[in-house]
């Protein structure tokens, strides 16, 4: 049978071993390693809707382009959004 003191070591070097192996993960993983809002750089939430319990708008915006997502109880639908075109000369005022 183990003598007091020798537990007491024993606990004690396994709790130091634990929380050394803790620092060291901590430290060696990047720091957004566990984040699980990841989303790409070319990907922007422009905004979000809900018309109801069932039913929401979400408008992103991917590269130059923006992005309807419709969500609902029977599915998603999604529609590319286009931009106007540019003009070389601004409108004439009156």
């Not at 183990?2 to 071993?17: D, G």
């Not at 922007?44 to 069932?54: N, Y």
């Not at 130059?64 to 005022?93: F, H, M, N, Q, Y």
Request: no cysteine; net charge positive.
């Amino acid at each position: 049978m183990p003598s007091a003191t020798r537990v007491i070591v024993v606990a004690f070097v396994t709790i130091a071993l634990a929380a050394g192996t803790l620092l060291v993960v901590k430290r060696g993983l990047p720091r957004n390693f566990l984040r699980t809002d990841r989303t790409p750089a070319a990907l922007k939430v422009v905004t979000r809707a809900s018309l109801s319990r069932s039913l929401h708008l979400h408008v992103v915006e991917f590269e130059a382009d923006r992005i309807l997502i419709v969500e609902g109880r029977s599915g998603l639908e999604v529609a590319v959004l286009k931009a106007p075109a540019a003009t070389a000369e601004p409108p004439a005022s009156a």
